[in-house]
Structures are given as structure tokens and as C-alpha cells.
């Protein structure tokens, strides 16, 4: 055999080789042990959900998806089943948010599942948005992505003094999506715009005066809250809100705290009103406070095609339904699993951790309209349905 034909075997066998170790690490990632990266439960007159992969921050990964959507579906039809709740193990984190490294290495190798990620995914955020039962999601601890879209959309959702919360996916070449362009438009003034192009973290309190919470509760009540919850008997809408409510005026911590952007709130308003990334960022540029300068800082960081997806996700997501902004977000996906920039931001933060990104392209101005128009197409017969 000439040395050529050999190398080329081997070239071959390698290749095959990196796919299977790859295949090998999204198997583990999205089905080994399935069963115990979260648990389903009937407890007293409710279904409890708990997000079981606390090592890993209780990251949403595929198989994790695939389980919660069935049941969710069941206890909304079962007349003994009178609410929803669902919760974190641990003490770290509600959700960090979804597998995005294991998403990354599916889609490199052009793999169907990172079209069944996102679109699973977005189905389940669409279920809990119309579920007809209370939903009650305890955010305790690190809230953000993924974990946003299983906890936001519900009826109910319970902050803790250790609640962080935050949209971060500029930052790694995505958007912030699981509804970001329907719920971060429906929060006061320019507020979600804030948050989503910046990645700002709430914590605490915060995250209850931004109205990403419904009611904020003590940590160390939140045991207590959610075995009153179970022990109710047959219980409506309002029986539960009763609950929460209670424990929500009794909750002392942090009570007298102004809201953490309460004395920006005016510029953000301002700043974020403009209708494009260039002009925001013009708008920080001439303002020169000290907060201001931190936001850009933030800003410049950010993947450019990401910002400029982000604005006009949320200009358009602020006039449609969930469902429509879902489907709109599943289109952007498909077109980031494709590009560069999501790949660099995985590698450059999750992967190598280096922090560097080298985003493709590097300048807003490079970024036209023809790339945003592109991201935004239909995908014809394989558009989100529901």
C-alpha cells in the first residue's frame, strides 16, 4: 500500500474515530441514566418535577426534555392532579440552563439532534406557558437559559435570597431565546431589552422587583412552603396564590431594598429605545457614567451578529403570541447551529475557557441586513409547529 492511500486510511479511521467519541459523549450527556437526571413525582394533590443533575447545575439536556413533556402533559389531564411544581436538586442552581456544549459537538458533526434540541425544547416552553394547571417553579439558586424557559412562562414562580438570574447567550454567539423575544419584552419599560443585550445578572430580590418572579420567599421557608402547597386539599388557583402569598409578606429578607437598577431605570429606558445596536451603543458612549461605560463594556464584548439577532428579536417578538415568537426563535437557532460564532462562544467559554472569542464577523458594521434576513426565513415544512 503507498504511503498516500495509507494516510488517507488513516485520516479516515481517525475521523471516524473523533465521531464516535463525540456520539459516545452526547449519548452520555443526553440519555445515560436517564432516569435519575430528573425526577417525576405525585406528591400529596400535586406532580413534582425535579431537576436532578446538581454536579452539573441541573443542566436541561435532551433526555431530560423528552421526560418532563409527556408528564406535564398527563397531570394537565389528570383530575386528581391539582398543580404543578417544579424545582432544582441541590442548593446551587435551579437550571444553569441547556447542554449548549453537547448541542455544539451535535451539530458540528451535522447531527438531527440539534434540530430535536431546540424544537422539543420550545414545544416544552409552549406547554408550560398553556398549561391549565397552577405551575409553581421554586427558582432558587442560579436561574438562566434553559432554566428561564421551564420556569417563566408558569403561573408561579418563587425567588430566594440566592436566586441569579440571567439571559447571558450574547455572550457565547446565541440569543436569548426559550421565549426571551415574548417575556423580556413584557417586563417595565426597557428593562428585558437591558438584560438581553448586556447579560446583567438580578440576584435576590431582584430578580422578584424586575418581574421575572412572581412572590419572593426566605430560603430556609422554602421547605416549609412547598410542603403547604402539597398538603392542600383539592385546591383552586387561588387557594395556591393564598399560600404563596402569605409566605411571600412574611419573607424578611432583603424587604427594604431598592431595586439594584431602580436609579438607572430612566437612561436604560432611554438608551434602549433606539432601534438599532449602533445607536445604543452611541447612546452609552455619550452618557459616560460610570454605569454606563460598564454596560458598554459588556456590550463590546458580545458576539456583533448576536446583538444585532437580539434587538430585532425582541422588536418583533414584543407584537406576536408565545407561540409565534417560538417559532420565530427556532428559525434563529437553526441558523446559529449553522454559523460561527455559536461554536466559538462554547469553545471560547465552556471548552478552552481562554474567555476570547473571536467572533466572525468582529464589527457590527460587517453585520448586514442580508445576514439578519437570512437568520430570520422561514424554514417552510421544517418550521416549529405545536
Given amino acids: 500500500m503507498g504511503a498516500w492511500k495509507l494516510w488517507r486510511l488513516m485520516s479516515r479511521f481517525n475521523a471516524s474515530k473523533r465521531t464516535n467519541i463525540i456520539l459516545q459523549h452526547l449519548r452520555m450527556s443526553m440519555h445515560t441514566d436517564a432516569a435519575a437526571e430528573v425526577l417525576l413525582e405525585r406528591k400529596g394533590c400535586a406532580g413534582v418535577i425535579t431537576l436532578n443533575r446538581p454536579k452539573f447545575l441541573n443542566a436541561l439536556n435532551f433526555s431530560m426534555i423528552q421526560q418532563i413533556y409527556p408528564q406535564l402533559k398527563k397531570w394537565e389531564q389528570d383530575p386528581e392532579t391539582f398543580l404543578i411544581i417544579i424545582k432544582g436538586a441541590g ?18 458533526l451535522n447531527l438531527k439532534i440539534t434540530q430535536d434540541f431546540f424544537r422539543e425544547e420550545y414545544v416544552l416552553n409552549n406547554a408550560i406557558g398553556s398549561c391549565q394547571k397552577p405551575y409553581v417553579a421554586l427558582i ?32 457565547i454567539g446565541l440569543f436569548p431565546d426559550v421565549g426571551g423575544g415574548y417575556f423580556l419584552t413584557r417586563l417595565q419599560g426597557k428593562l428585558g431589552y437591558f438584560l438581553a443585550l448586556t447579560g446583567f445578572r438580578l440576584k435576590g430580590r431582584d430578580v422578584y422587583a424586575a418581574g421575572i418572579a412572581t412572590h419572593f420567599v426566605d430560603y430556609e421557608k422554602l421547605g416549609m412552603l412547598e410542603e403547604d402547597l402539597l398538603a392542600l386539599k383539592s385546591p383552586s388557583k387561588e387557594n395556591i396564590a393564598d399560600v404563596l402569598g ?52 459588556a456590550i463590546n464584548k458580545m458576539s456583533p451578529t448576536s446583538l444585532k439577532i437580539t434587538l430585532r428579536q425582541l422588536m418583533e417578538g414584543s407584537s406576536k403570541t408565545l407561540q409565534e415568537v417560538l417559532t420565530m426563535e427556532y428559525r434563529l437557532s437553526q441558523a446559529c447551529m449553522r454559523g460561527h460564532d455559536f461554536h ?20 457590527l458594521k460587517e453585520v448586514t441586513d442580508e445576514d439578519l434576513n437570512n437568520h430570520f426565513k422561514s424554514l417552510g415544512s421544517n418550521d416549529l409547529k405545536f
Fill in 140 to 171: 432558587h439558586g442560579i436561574t438562566m437559559g434553559g432554566g428561564v424557559g421551564l420556569s417563566v412562562h408558569g403561573q408561579f414562580r418563587v425567588a430566594t435570597e440566592k436566586s441569579v438570574f440571567a439571559m447571558p447567550e450574547t455572550a
Fill in 344 to 363: 466559538e462562544g462554547v469553545r471560547a467559554v465552556l471548552i478552552d475557557k481562554d474567555q476570547n472569542p473571536k467572533w466572525k464577523p468582529a464589527d
Fill in 246 to 297: 402569605t409566605y411571600h409578606a412574611k419573607s424578611e429578607i432583603d424587604q427594604d431594598k431598592p431595586f439594584v437598577l431602580e436609579e438607572h431605570m430612566d437612561k436604560i429606558n432611554s438608551w434602549f429605545s433606539a432601534n438599532t445596536v449602533e445607536q445604543i451603543i452611541e447612546n452609552l458612549q455619550q452618557d459616560g457614567s460610570s454605569f454606563a461605560l460598564e454596560q458598554l463594556k
Fill in 91 to 108: 442548593e446551587k442552581a435551579f437550571c444553569a440552563g441547556g447542554d449548549i456544549k453537547a448541542v455544539s459537538e451535535a451539530a458540528k
